[in-house]
């Protein structure tokens, strides 16, 4: 697989018409005399900068929607549909990425990248092949200015990239993919000897060894497989991992995920009943589930 020539035919993606506009928009305002004074990264990623707020308010309402987050420039506070902060916040105390080269793979706008670079990482890239959301990245990094990598790139293509990595950050990825185990062992083939992956994906409640496959799951159509946490065990041991340590599990809620002004159509009060103790199509409300995977 020719890495090089799979980005440069992506390139080509910001030439789309509803990406085309937005990618001009970015290239005006970096030619605009921005100047960033301080960038807080707490729960919301907090900028403050001199800047022409009328232009960077009607960039950021272009860009919708935002999915990852929340961010503030100045005044400007962008409420994503996620508030990441609280699967970031219970991840945090379980990383080690002081000197370490990372990935975060499906990283959408690079929230999660941006609050990893508080622990002084010796890189990090990202891999989407979202040109949407490599522009919400680009428009925030405006401000950030760090050396974050952004590769219009999937996880399948994680064994031909030209570099392995300490950690790999696998988060909400798994279940859309039709062939789980073969997933974690591209993944797996990313890691230096001694690197872990960050696993957050969805699970069903039980002791069997089995797992959900519906046609539907939330409205998603691209869910192809829930397993049990001993299911999903023993995915990652047919995967060669040497060892799956369990950092902790919760169902996610409405005041995590939510539909804000920043997104367009529904969130997930429109995927659960009203007692929100099940999805519209009857199963178990998203459980999720974080694991640490040494190589």
Request: glycine share 4%; hydrophobic share 35%; aromatic share 12%.
């Amino acid at each position: 697989m020719d890495i090089k020539s799979i980005l440069e035919e992506r390139s080509k993606w910001f030439e789309w018409k509803n990406i085309k506009p937005l990618k001009e928009k970015i290239e005006d305002l970096k030619k605009e005399n921005i100047e960033t004074y301080e960038v807080k990264f707490g729960d919301a990623i907090e900028i403050s900068a001199k800047c022409d707020m009328e232009k960077i308010t009607e960039t950021a309402k272009m860009l919708k929607p935002w999915r990852k987050g929340p961010f503030k420039i100045n005044d400007l506070f962008i409420d994503s549909e996620w508030r990441s902060f609280i699967k970031w916040n219970s991840l945090e105390p379980h990383l080690d990425l002081k000197d370490k080269d990372i990935l975060d793979v499906g990283g959408n706008n690079g929230y999660y990248a941006f609050r990893m670079l508080k622990h002084s990482p010796k890189s990090i890239e990202i891999f989407d092949p979202s040109a949407l959301f490599n522009l919400q990245f680009d428009f925030i990094n405006l401000f950030v200015k760090s050396d974050i990598k952004y590769r219009l790139l999937g996880v399948e293509h994680i064994p031909f990239y030209d570099k392995k990595f300490d950690v790999i950050f696998c988060m909400g990825v798994l279940y859309h993919r039709k062939d789980p185990i073969e997933m974690l062992k591209e993944v797996k083939a990313g890691l230096k000897k001694g690197g872990v992956v960050i696993l957050d994906t969805l699970i069903i409640e039980g002791n069997e060894e089995v797992a959900l496959s519906p046609m539907r799951y939330a409205k998603m159509k691209n869910v192809y497989f829930i397993p049990t946490l001993k299911a999903l065990y023993n995915w990652c041991e047919r995967a060669k991992f040497s060892d799956v340590e369990f950092i902790g599990k919760r169902y996610t809620t409405t005041n995590e995920q939510r539909k804000t002004e920043w997104i367009e159509g529904e969130s997930l009060d429109s995927f659960l009943n009203k007692e929100e103790t099940k999805t519209v199509e009857g199963y178990e409300p998203p459980l999720r589930v974080y694991l640490k995977l040494k190589n």
